[in-house]
């Protein structure tokens, strides 16, 4: 089975650095966009950043100039450099990639980590 599974979350002092990593597992044949997003409880679940296959990133404004995206094409994988962090950034990080994989043999579909738990306090 193709799963995403990420790491690298966990607590942080205001000002401080956390990098998110995101493999994706199992038989993978492509990956199109990947992204992570983020969401706190009793909240829609949001965008931070994208990058397409091409490297081409999307991030979301309000961390932008903090957090940056990148991704290995060779060896699925993508991380999240968090610098800069701040206590609302305080939330569950997830890994999502459009991607295809052995597990669904019509082509590319969404997939999603299980999410890891990034806390910025002090």
């Known amino acids: 089975q193709v799963h995403l599974v990420e790491s690298g979350g966990g607590l942080v002092h205001p000002g401080g650095s956390l990098r998110l990593s995101c493999a994706a597992t199992g038989n993978v044949y492509g990956i199109n966009d990947m992204g992570w997003y983020r969401q706190v409880p009793g909240k829609q679940r949001e965008l931070v950043a994208t990058?397409?296959?091409?490297?081409?990133?999307n991030t979301a404004a309000s961390v932008k100039g903090r957090f940056t995206i990148s991704r290995d094409n060779d060896n699925y994988t993508a991380t999240l450099q968090m610098n800069s962090l701040k206590p609302e950034d305080t939330a569950v990080y997830y890994c999502?990639?459009?991607?295809?994989?052995?597990?669904?043999?019509?082509?590319?579909?969404?997939?999603w980590g299980q999410g890891v738990l990034v806390t910025v306090s002090s």
């Open positions: 999502n990639a459009d991607l295809f994989g052995s597990d669904y043999p019509f082509g590319y579909r969404e997939y």
């Open positions: 990058i397409t296959v091409g490297g081409i990133t």
